[in-house]
């Protein structure tokens, strides 16, 4: 069994990790592998080989004193660990090449919206998946038959737990022992007329 192929695509999608002089800065301390599986059991995207499905936590340390992180809004109100940095983590999900990817080795960075993967659905023509598993998760194989590595990570603090969805466990600012609170405005724009909007996932 193999996947369709599409005629041959000159570009390439590049993995690109952008941190500018205006970027927050963090500090990767740890990346715990919670779980690995092969993709479709081993199956041979044409060209590549078999993928791996790897998913697990990453831990992130943010220095308060360092000027890159002012930006940050109340990093300085946060507990703090012994050496003074506010830590944060994040759940993840690699697929990649078994046992390597080609030369050179080239991967895509999703930035998830509310905790959910869709470039397998944007690329592959697949059905949207937070976990993919089946066959159909992957729709015709494009990108990992161009030998891709795939890589999501949390990154939005109010999502909610479970669903394999993505999300990030942020610290909470605190004033005088008491957690802060105060009042968000979002705008919102909508395509049609309706009554009701919830401002965040639909828990089922």
């Not at 999703?110 to 992957?138: H, I, M, Q, W």
């Amino acid at each position: 069994m193999d996947f369709v192929r599409r005629p041959s695509c000159p570009c390439v999608l590049p993995f690109i990790l952008l941190l500018s002089a205006q970027a927050v800065r963090a500090e990767v301390l740890s990346l715990e592998v919670i779980q690995r599986t092969e993709v479709l059991g081993g199956l041979a995207f044409s060209g590549v080989g078999s993928y791996e499905k790897i998913s697990g936590r990453i831990t992130f340390a943010f220095d308060p004193e360092n000027p890159a992180n002012r930006r940050i809004v109340d990093l300085d109100r946060a507990s703090r660990e012994a050496d003074g940095r506010v830590l944060a983590y994040a759940n993840f999900m690699l697929l990649r090449p078994k046992p390597s990817c080609p030369k050179p080795c080239v991967g895509v960075i999703e930035v998830a919206n509310r905790g959910s993967k869709a470039a397998l659905a944007y690329f592959n023509d697949a059905a949207f998946a937070n976990d993919p598993t089946v066959v159909e998760d992957f729709g015709d194989g494009l990108l990992l038959r161009r030998g891709l590595v795939l890589f999501w990570v949390g990154w939005q603090f109010d999502v909610p737990p479970g669903g394999h969805r993505l999300r990030l466990q942020a610290p909470i600012a605190s004033e005088g022992g008491k957690p802060i609170t105060g009042w968000v405005r979002s705008d919102w724009t909508l395509d049609q007329n309706t009554q009701f909007l919830p401002l965040g996932p639909v828990q089922k």
